[in-house]
């Protein structure tokens, strides 16, 4: 996703606005593979303030992820901001001490790919979840305790405390 900016800094222009799309199929990180189900949309303005460059877009995207409790693959949809600060230059998007994002564009062109996809990452939760009442799988027979119920009789334990059990008479 490039952007001319030659407009924008020789001031024929006081902004730009840009709506555009990215295609990426898929993206691994940390073990886990999000697979694009549409391609990204971006949509946003770059326009100066006191002197500097500020960017301020949205993005959405739709995915698909395997849940962490369940594993059955479920899609997500998403919508993230992007905002920073332009500075000509090379480099890596990344973040300065006053918390703000610092994206980089070189001759007079401004190429979004790696901003856009550092706040997608940023984005995405902690934990995949396909429903927050999802029950997830069996630690012991491994049946989808979504659909079906087991009958198996777990005692979660704290190792640290186990030996607290024997104080007690077994019934």
């Known amino acids: 996703m490039i952007i001319d900016l030659s407009s924008f800094l020789d001031e024929t222009i006081n902004h730009i606005h840009f709506e555009e799309e990215l295609e990426e199929n898929s993206i691994d990180f940390g073990g886990r593979k999000i697979i694009f189900t549409e391609p990204i949309k971006c949509e946003g303005n770059i326009y100066k303030v006191d002197g500097d460059k500020l960017i301020n877009g949205d993005i959405f995207f739709k995915y698909e992820e ?5 594993l059955k693959p479920f899609i997500q949809e ?5 905002s920073g600060k332009l500075i000509e230059g090379s480099g890596n998007v ?18 979004l790919r790696d901003a856009i996809m550092s706040q997608i990452v940023v984005s995405l939760p902690m934990k995949s979840l396909c429903s927050l009442e999802c029950k997830g799988l069996c630690p012991r027979c491994g049946v989808d305790l979504n659909n079906n119920k087991c009958n198996c009789v777990l005692e979660n334990v704290d190792p640290r405390l186990e030996k607290l059990k ?4 077994k019934k």
Not at 66 to 70: G, L
Not at 94 to 111: H, S
């Open 66 to 70: 395997p849940c962490d409790r369940c």
């Open 78 to 82: 998403v919508k993230t901001v992007l």
């Open 94 to 111: 990344y973040d300065d001490d006053d918390f703000e994002q610092i994206i980089y564009y070189n001759n007079d062109t401004l190429d």
């Open 166 to 169: 024997d104080f007690f008479p």
